[in-house]
């Protein structure tokens, strides 16, 4: 990991590894399953989810910045961000990222891009509108640390992974069924199906479970970075109290890029149950605003 003064988060980092060598071990289990059954495949079934995952490595940001309507822009454009985002770095000592503006009424922000050299840093002009400058920083340094440790990297591979399940099994079924006959392909149609839901479900939840616990990460590493942890709480509440003024067609347009975003568009269904919280990107609001209370108690003791 690159020097920066970003607090370091060791249980991150470990949630991290863990969550994609499970992942990883359910895929190479699923596609070792694939080609034991379906040998004439094979080459087909590598060489696609290779280029698949070359591709998603290496544009997703592009496709994501695309995706939400992100424009670059200059300092003489968008003099406020640009110096929020100076300050940052500058506090941080890491590479300024490029600086993006997305024209959306939807108050939010996000980080993306593989690693240091290919980062976008993106406030939506509801967000712009609606924070005063020290609650920008908050969100901005939120934004930086998940650049910092990694995780956008990390979060973009995961997320491939739980794509690929379906594209191996629309593989699988058409190797399949130019081989098997009778029986065999009807157990086939059955099997393949079920093994790529299970796995994908199982992907699906570790993603979400990390997903989670990097958000609270990127709270604790901004607040600590800023000194100001009541600033980023002001701005969680001002942000989430105001996303619910939003029509809900313009949230349900942001709805799939939950994952990126400081918080999400729309909640998971269902209150505070165990099985919404299981599906949710980023912890409840509670959550969130208790960790930033308690590192204002920590800082206030040195």
Not at 152 to 163: D, N, P, R
Not at 179 to 202: D, E, H, K, N, T
Not at 236 to 242: E, F, N, R
Request: aromatic share 8%.
């Amino acid at each position: 990991m690159d020097r920066n003064r970003f607090a370091p988060d060791r249980g991150l980092t470990t949630r991290m590894v863990v969550t994609m060598f499970l992942i990883g071990l359910l895929y190479v289990v699923f596609v070792g399953a694939l080609l034991a059954l379906l040998r004439g495949s094979w080459p087909l079934i590598l060489v696609i989810a290779g280029v698949l995952f070359i591709a998603q490595f290496w544009f997703s940001d592009r496709i994501a910045a695309f995706s939400m309507g992100a424009r670059e822009v200059t300092p003489e454009q968008a003099p406020e961000l640009h110096g929020v985002v100076d300050r940052i770095c500058a506090l941080a000592d890491m590479p300024k990222p490029k600086v993006a503006i997305a024209e959306s009424d939807v108050p939010n922000a996000f980080a993306t891009g593989r690693n240091k050299k290919n980062t976008t840093v993106c406030a939506t002009t509801g967000l712009l509108r609606r924070l005063e400058p020290d609650e920008l920083e908050g969100v901005i340094a939120h934004e930086l640390s998940h650049v910092a440790h990694k995780d956008v990297a990390v979060m973009t591979i995961a997320a491939f992974l739980g794509i690929l399940a379906g594209v191996i099994t629309r593989i699988g079924l058409y190797g399949g069924f130019r081989q098997a006959r009778g029986a065999g392909a009807a157990a086939l149609a059955v099997a393949i199906p079920l093994v790529s839901a299970v796995v994908y479900a199982l992907s699906f939840l570790l993603t979400r479970m990390l997903s989670r616990y990097r958000e609270l990460s990127a709270d604790r590493s901004a607040a600590l970075l800023t000194g100001r942890p009541s600033s980023l709480a002001s701005a969680l509440t001002k942000v989430t109290g105001q996303i619910g003024a939003i029509p809900t067609k313009d949230l349900r347009k942001a709805e799939p890029f939950n994952a990126f975003y400081f918080a999400p568009a729309l909640s998971a269904k269902g209150g505070g149950s165990t099985f919404s919280k299981l599906l949710s990107t980023h912890p409840s609001l509670e959550q969130r605003l208790e960790q930033l209370s308690r590192i204002t108690l920590e800082l206030d003791r040195h």
